[in-house]
């Protein structure tokens, strides 16, 4: 495997279901991101992790639950999602969370809430 | 005013010919710039980083940074239909370490 990948592609989940999307990287990197992209609306920052810490919350709704075991793997756990939560959710990663550094993305998970 | 803004699309230009995507933002402070590619239905690919004032060429794309009058553009050269995508312009705004903010994108069409 190389560069950002992302499991699982599709999925369809109820609003009463909980799930959790994957991410891991290949690059050697220590700051990983999510982020959230809807129709007609810019790419927007969710969760910033770095050297394992999260150290940005973009003002999350409490359903959507982070975790970074290591600096090479990326969680975002799923519960009670609404139908709004529809969208592309896609992970990056870059050498480090300042601001110089550039950030590759994933392949995205396209979520659908029921 | 928004942070990031692109100008508005979609952009038409025909085989062979420059297309020009132009990037605004907001904060006088930013450091870094960035652009990126997303083909439909997939993610966004990083063509180019520009940190400083001036041109920065890589193959048939050129980015070029004016933090005096804080726009950002990129210009394809030679465009081909496989340029057709839409075009990301991210900024790390001055106040915001480690965060980009990404504008809501041109779509670009190259036609034969």
């Known amino acids: 495997e190389t560069g950002v990948t992302q499991t699982p592609r599709h999925l369809v989940m109820g609003m009463t279901n909980k799930k959790s999307l994957k991410c891991e990287q290949h690059l050697g990197h220590n700051a990983m991101y999510w982020y959230k992209q809807s129709a007609k609306k810019p790419l927007e920052l969710m969760f910033v992790?770095?050297?394992?810490?999260?150290?940005e919350n973009n003002s999350v709704p409490s359903r959507f639950s982070p975790e970074c075991p290591n600096s090479s793997h990326l969680f975002l756990h799923l519960h009670t999602l609404q139908p709004e939560d529809s969208a592309l959710y896609l992970c990056?990663?870059?050498?480090?969370?300042?601001?110089?550094?550039?950030?590759?993305f994933g392949p995205g998970t396209r979520l659908t809430v029921t | 005013q928004k942070e990031v803004e692109q100008n508005s699309g979609p952009l038409s230009v025909p085989e062979g010919a420059i297309a020009s995507l132009n990037c605004t933002y907001s904060?006088?402070?930013?450091?870094?710039f960035f652009w990126y590619r997303q083909y439909s239905g997939k993610s966004p690919e990083l063509i180019m980083s520009i940190y400083s004032n001036g041109d920065k060429e890589d193959g048939r794309f050129t980015a070029q940074l004016n933090k005096a009058s804080q726009y950002v553009s990129l210009l394809i050269r030679d465009s081909q239909p496989s340029d057709s995508a839409t075009y990301l312009c991210?900024?790390?705004?001055?106040?915001?370490?480690?965060?980009?903010?990404f504008g809501q994108g041109t779509i670009l069409t190259v036609h034969p």
């Open positions: 992790y770095n050297f394992k810490e999260q150290t």
């Open positions: 990056a990663s870059s050498q480090d969370a300042g601001e110089v550094y550039e950030q590759y």
């Open positions: 991210a900024v790390n705004l001055g106040t915001s370490y480690g965060k980009l903010t």
């Open positions: 904060d006088r402070g930013s450091q870094s």
